[in-house]
């Protein structure tokens, strides 16, 4: 099992919880690293070294070695974690729906930068 497998299972673990306490900003914490993770392994795999850049870099590279698609939703999804991973007095943390849609695009991209299976 993967290390972005594990971290969304107890993100979903988490959200299923869905008690008093922090459970939404650890929800976001655990899925945007699991984002991170994937995309650790995918440069491993695609282009040794980039997995070193910051995370705007690897985004702005992954058109090139990704279709334009997931690269526009990988930025967009991470972009919304990274704002509900952050305290902003004015703002509500996002709802349980909210994180359970991230939840499912982090999932459908991690399947769709991981290794190719191999063909029969």
């Given at each position: ?27 976001a914490f655990l ?90």
């Amino acid at each position: 099992m993967t290390t972005h497998t594990r971290l969304l299972d107890a993100a979903d673990t988490v959200l299923r919880s869905g008690g008093r306490g922090p459970w939404p900003r650890t929800t976001a914490f655990l899925l945007r690293k699991a984002l991170e993770s994937c995309m650790c392994d995918f440069w491993h795999r695609a282009q040794l070294g980039v997995e070193r850049c910051r995370m705007r870099t690897q985004m702005l590279c992954l058109a090139r070695y990704a279709d334009e698609s997931t690269a526009r939703r990988v930025s967009g999804a991470w972009a919304a974690l990274s704002a509900a991973c952050h305290y902003h007095g004015y703002e509500l943390n996002p709802t349980a729906g909210e994180l359970r849609a991230l939840h499912d695009e982090v999932r459908v991209l991690t399947e769709r930068l991981g290794p190719v299976p191999p063909s029969l």
